[in-house]
């Protein structure tokens, strides 16, 4: 992957928008999958901001990767709902077959595992989010089947 | 019974369908809709202020603030120096065990539009922003689509349906942070910075985004708007069953039987939520406390049942209504992990402004960790009690983030002490054999 032009066109697009920061590292993100380190300089100086700042802001929000992720992200809900309708077995079990760790990706690139507050789905508790789906009542074996629907086996 | 409601006493869920289908224009327009946003047009903005201020609306984002009042200090006409007006709906929701707006933005996304479109005229703002949690995507796509419908209408854009008033809407994704929700931080966070609080005075009602006149309201309250300019200050007033007016999103989460959310009368009582609409708790499980709130707000037990859910009663119980989304501590959850996990989120999520907020919070997670694990002493009850004390004021941090996360250990605290006393004396999880701790 050469993330370098992609990134160039974007700051073209972003850099006289006002608060365009943001919207900017979300687009770049959405492009490439991550903010390379490498590129905040670049980002800085199109958005006439120092690189402290834009460091700043990239790690302030939980969003904004510096690194790729795998090809799917599973987020599990760890919120008190959720916890006390058994998400740390959940959790556990999602640990225990991917074989990672939170905040980890499994060997073949497939999947991150994350840890996430409050889905938002609190009543169909417990929750679970891969990629942008949010999958409600999810018990282990529902975890194994929405998992093997991915197609990522292997 | 407040269950056999006529439909037209629900006005905020009137149009959420059984299967949570998103209301589009042509079924939102065939059931009334903006026909409150027309009414607004043929008003002045002060008679729309003032209808606004009658009907005695708080706002539902947590503080209970009266929404005709915060509009007021917004300068108008001549007394507003010329440029931009703001208004921002904060749809950020990520209070722990908050799920209310997200129902309002994925099953009735124009009812949020006309309420803003409204809620804007009234402040003759120019520029509105819907500032969303990024996780909500589906919310997003609706209200993009809802927002185009409207422009394609002309209810958004120049010369709104003739008016004369001019009002672009955009919405803007978060990037996952808690602390974005407290409405200064959202404003540092629109203008693409870090989202740290800002100190007020000055109030974004003067000084806000890019140091415009800005407000900042929740999307429930902003959901509210056009009915009310549509059908009038008495009749939102005769909505409530206590002194605070309209109907509320009632939520409860936890092991009840069925879980939920439902728009009630303002003012329904605790029992009556818990027990008719979530069903009662689950075969097994017995009702120990419940955060009527959200996770900022401070347990009420038992002894609570009856009180009427509005502002001031559960104001004057000693805790907040919050956002009226409620979790259930049940009999086999270990109120100290319980306590914990959340502290866990709060001092995760603290922006690190603060001293006794950075480094104060982690500090109560360590201790709630070690007396949830066995390792606690007696003293440590002392720690938390002056953490409590010292965090938990107001005034000795930036905002409000630090004394919330305070709420749920002080009366942790007060109503379930003798289960941190069976921590410390025992050297165990009492609760372990459950699975929960
Ligand atoms: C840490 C923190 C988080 C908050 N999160 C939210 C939120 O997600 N949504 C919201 O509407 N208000 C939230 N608030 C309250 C807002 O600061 C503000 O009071 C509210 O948006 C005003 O709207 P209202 O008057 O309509 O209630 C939060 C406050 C604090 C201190
Ligand atoms: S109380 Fe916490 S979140 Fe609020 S400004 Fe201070 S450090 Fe930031």
């Given at each position: 992957?050469?993330?370098d032009?992609?990134?160039?066109?974007l700051l073209?697009?972003y850099?006289?928008?006002?608060?365009?920061?943001l919207?900017?590292?979300?687009?770049?993100?959405?492009?490439?999958?991550?903010?390379p380190?490498?590129r905040?300089?670049?980002?800085?100086?199109?958005?006439?901001?120092?690189?402290?700042?834009?460091?700043?802001v990239i790690?302030?929000?939980?969003?904004?990767?510096?690194?790729?992720?795998g090809r799917?992200?599973?987020?599990?809900?760890?919120?008190?709902?959720c916890?006390?309708?058994g998400?740390?077995?959940?959790?556990?079990?999602?640990?225990q077959?991917?074989?990672?760790?939170f905040?980890?990706?499994?060997a073949?690139?497939a999947?991150?595992?994350?840890?996430?507050?409050?889905l938002?789905?609190?009543a169909?508790?417990?929750?679970?989010?891969?990629?942008?789906?949010?999958?409600?009542?999810?018990?282990?074996a529902?975890?194994?089947?929405?998992?093997?629907?991915?197609g990522?086996?292997? | 019974?407040?269950?056999?409601?006529?439909v037209?006493?629900?006005?905020?869920?009137?149009?959420?369908?059984?299967?949570?289908?998103p209301?589009?224009?042509?079924?939102?327009?065939a059931?009334?809709?903006?026909?409150g946003l027309?009414?607004?047009?043929?008003?002045?903005?002060?008679?729309c202020?003032?209808?606004l201020?009658d009907s005695?609306?708080?706002?539902?984002g947590g503080?209970?603030?009266?929404?005709?009042?915060?509009?007021?200090?917004?300068?108008?006409?001549?007394a507003?120096?010329?440029?931009?007006?703001?208004?921002?709906?904060n749809?950020?929701?990520?209070?722990?065990?908050t799920?209310k707006?997200?129902l309002l933005?994925?099953?009735?996304?124009?009812?949020?539009v006309?309420?803003?479109?409204?809620a804007?005229?009234t402040?003759?703002?120019?520029?509105a922003?819907?500032?969303?949690?990024?996780?909500?995507?589906?919310?997003t796509?609706?209200?993009?689509?809802?927002?185009?419908?409207?422009?394609?209408?002309?209810?958004?854009?120049?010369?709104?349906?003739?008016?004369?008033?001019?009002?672009?809407m955009?919405?803007?994704?978060s990037?996952?942070?808690?602390?974005c929700?407290?409405?200064?931080?959202?404003?540092?966070?629109?203008?693409?910075?870090?989202?740290?609080?800002?100190?007020k005075?000055p109030?974004?009602?003067?000084?806000?985004?890019w140091?415009r006149?800005t407000?900042?309201?929740n999307?429930?309250?902003?959901?509210?708007v056009h009915?009310?300019?549509?059908?009038?200050?008495?009749w939102?007033q005769s909505?409530?069953?206590?002194a605070d007016?309209g109907t509320?999103?009632?939520?409860?989460?936890g092991?009840?039987?069925?879980p939920?959310?439902?728009?009630?009368?303002m003012?329904?009582?605790?029992?009556?939520?818990i027990?008719?609409?979530?069903?009662g708790?689950e075969?097994?499980?017995?009702?120990?406390?419940?955060l009527?709130?959200?996770?900022?707000?401070?347990?009420l037990?038992?002894?609570?049942l009856?009180?009427?859910?509005?502002?001031?009663?559960?104001?004057?119980?000693g805790?907040?209504?919050?956002?009226g989304t409620?979790i259930?501590?049940?009999?086999?959850?270990c109120?100290?992990?319980?306590v914990?996990?959340?502290t866990?989120?709060f001092?995760?999520?603290?922006c690190?402004?603060?001293?006794?907020?950075?480094?104060g919070?982690?500090?109560?997670?360590?201790v709630?960790d070690d007396?949830?694990?066995?390792r606690?002493?007696p003293?440590?009850?002392?720690?938390?009690q002056?953490?409590?004390?010292?965090?938990?004021?107001?005034g000795?941090t930036?905002c409000?983030?630090?004394p919330?996360?305070?709420?749920?250990i002080?009366?942790?605290l007060?109503y379930?002490?003798?289960?941190f006393?069976?921590?410390?004396?025992g050297g165990s999880?009492?609760?372990?054999?459950?699975?929960?701790?």
């Open positions: 992957m050469q993330p032009n992609p990134i160039t066109n073209g697009q850099r006289d928008i006002p608060g365009g920061l919207p900017l590292l979300h687009a770049i993100q959405r492009e490439v999958g991550y903010i380190p490498d905040v300089p670049a980002i800085a100086h199109a958005m006439n901001l120092s690189r402290a700042e834009v460091h700043g790690s302030a929000y939980h969003d904004f990767r510096t690194e790729p992720a799917h992200t599973l987020q599990i809900c760890r919120a008190e709902a916890q006390a309708m998400s740390r077995a959940l959790e556990d079990h999602a640990k077959s991917l074989g990672v760790d905040g980890d990706t499994t073949d690139g999947i991150t595992l994350e840890r996430v507050y409050c938002g789905n609190c169909c508790s417990p929750s679970v989010r891969i990629d942008d789906s949010v999958h409600a009542r999810v018990d282990p529902r975890l194994d089947a929405l998992l093997a629907e991915l990522e086996a292997g | 019974m407040s269950g056999a409601l006529p037209l006493d629900r006005p905020l869920t009137r149009n959420v369908r059984a299967d949570r289908s209301t589009d224009m042509a079924a939102y327009e059931n009334g809709g903006y026909r027309r009414a607004a047009l043929a008003m002045s903005a002060a008679d202020l003032q209808v201020k005695n609306l708080r706002g539902r503080a209970g603030f009266p929404t005709g009042m915060k509009w007021s200090f917004v300068p108008m006409g001549d507003c120096s010329p440029g931009h007006k703001y208004l921002i709906c749809a950020d929701e990520m209070e722990p065990g799920f707006d997200r933005m994925e099953c009735d996304p124009h009812q949020l006309e309420g803003m479109i409204c804007a005229y402040l003759q703002a120019d520029v922003y819907i500032f969303i949690r990024a996780e909500y995507h589906k919310a796509r609706l209200l993009q689509e809802a927002i185009d419908a409207c422009k394609a209408k002309g209810y958004l854009g120049d010369n709104i349906l003739g008016s004369g008033y001019n009002l672009e955009h919405v803007h994704s990037a996952g942070r808690y602390i929700g407290e409405e200064t931080a959202l404003i540092s966070s629109l203008e693409g910075k870090r989202a740290n609080p800002r100190a005075p109030f974004p009602q003067v000084s806000g985004l140091g006149p407000i900042v309201n999307v429930e309250t902003l959901c509210n009915h009310i300019i549509e059908r009038g200050a008495d939102f909505l409530g069953l206590t007016a509320k999103l009632y939520g409860v989460s092991r009840v039987k069925n939920g959310c439902w728009e009630l009368p003012g329904t009582p605790v029992r009556e939520i027990e008719e609409y979530a069903g708790m075969e097994g499980y017995q009702l120990r406390g419940f009527p709130g959200g996770g900022s707000t401070d347990f037990t038992v002894e609570h009856d009180l009427a859910m509005d502002y001031d009663t559960i104001g004057k119980a805790s907040r209504m919050g956002t409620m259930i501590l049940d009999d086999k959850t109120p100290v992990g319980f914990k996990n959340l866990e989120f001092a995760q999520e603290s690190g402004f603060c001293t006794p907020c950075r480094d919070l982690p500090w109560s997670a360590q709630l007396i949830e694990h066995g606690g002493l003293e440590d009850m002392d720690t938390l002056r953490q409590v004390a010292f965090i938990g004021a107001i000795n930036h409000a983030l630090a919330g996360a305070m709420e749920p002080q009366s942790a007060k379930f002490r003798e289960d006393e069976r921590h410390i004396d999880c009492p609760y372990c054999d459950g699975g929960n701790s």
